[in-house]
């Protein structure tokens, strides 16, 4: 029976018998043509092309989707076929070149779906952990930051060095300071202190 469909691939009409269109669309004819096609893909030039093909594809992609993308643009679709739980079952390449349809253990055991099913799970589990180790460096490397900025802060005792603050008689913030400022502008502050004491005792003795 033949059907025409839509382009969602939904019946579009009432069956027809495939006696209306000769003994070439009936089953008998049909079995044969597929028992021939299949020894001939046996040794059809375009099962080794299409297997090196795929191979390549999976040495230079990471992931089904580029995989698939790869293959397309070589003019080969890619059927993945996957149960309830998601596991695949099964792979089938059409190659449009040669105009030849394959199931991938067809092709060879290292096409076959077990081993896709390994190669993209594995894939999935290492870019999980590539994205996991990628925030962690950039949470580490924030952290690095924030500390490194912390530490770069002035203590409160130079706030003076900001503009915007109100400016600080400077003799008295020196003093206050003490030694934290040894080398500030060149001076020896053990001789200015011997000689603001000088001072002092000469004020004291003017007051006498």
Do not use: C
Request: no cysteine.
């Amino acid at each position: 029976m033949y059907f025409a469909l839509n382009e969602y691939g939904q019946k579009a009409s009432n069956p027809f018998k495939s006696s209306l269109f000769g003994k070439e669309a009936g089953m008998t004819q049909l079995e044969k043509h597929f028992e021939k096609s299949k020894e001939n893909m046996k040794t059809n030039p375009a099962k080794e092309v299409l297997k090196n093909t795929i191979e390549a594809g999976m040495h230079t992609s990471n992931n089904e989707t580029d995989f698939k993308k790869q293959l397309l643009e070589q003019g080969i679709n890619t059927v993945v076929r996957r149960n309830d739980e998601g596991r695949i079952y099964g792979m089938t390449f059409i190659d449009h070149e040669s105009r030849t349809v394959w199931n991938g253990s067809q092709l060879g055991k290292n096409l076959s779906a077990n081993v896709f099913n390994k190669w993209w799970d594995e894939q999935a589990i290492e870019n999980r952990k590539q994205t996991t180790n990628d925030n962690t460096t950039h949470s580490s490397r924030s952290s690095q930051n924030n500390t490194k900025e912390e530490s770069e802060t002035p203590h409160e005792l130079f706030d003076f060095l900001n503009k915007e603050q109100p400016a600080y008689n400077e003799p008295d913030l020196i003093e206050g300071l003490g030694s934290l400022l040894p080398d500030v502008q060149d001076e020896d502050y053990e001789e200015q202190e011997f000689a603001n004491r000088m001072k002092k005792k000469r004020k004291r003795k003017r007051g006498k």
